[in-house]
């Protein structure tokens, strides 16, 4: 059984940092694409970062340059770095596994974890 644990949400103010992490349980992690998406309240889930099994990297325009990923294999981990935060940034944090089709679209997701917070105050 395939599991993803988010953690490292919380509470920031604006320019601030988080690290967010997610565990992976499982073959999952080192044979598929990961990623990080964020629903914002009253909002679509929308991508904000993936990573590939080769190391590609891809980001939302509104993070690039801000937010950073990375997957510890050795860990089965996968982080996400979040620098210079802004109040539009808050939203409940996903970590996703096992891109099908598109790695832009939350519905080429084959697994998810369960979203972590980050609140980003002005």
């Known amino acids: 059984q395939v599991q993803l644990v988010e953690s490292g949400g919380g509470w920031v103010q604006a320019g601030g940092s988080l690290r967010l992490s997610c565990s992976v349980s499982g073959r999952t992690f080192s044979s598929n694409t990961m990623a990080w998406f964020r629903q914002a309240p009253g909002k679509e889930r929308e991508f904000v970062a993936s990573q590939r099994i080769i190391g590609t990297q891809y980001y939302a325009d509104s993070v690039k340059g801000r937010f950073t990923i990375s997957r510890d294999y050795a860990k089965n981990t996968m982080y996400l770095q979040m620098n210079s935060l802004k109040p539009e940034d808050t939203a409940v944090y996903y970590c996703?596994?096992?891109?099908?089709?598109?790695?832009?679209?939350?519905?080429?997701?084959?697994?998810w974890g369960q979203g972590t917070q980050v609140t980003v105050s002005s």
């Open positions: 996703a596994a096992a891109a099908g089709g598109s790695i832009y679209n939350s519905r080429s997701y084959q697994y």
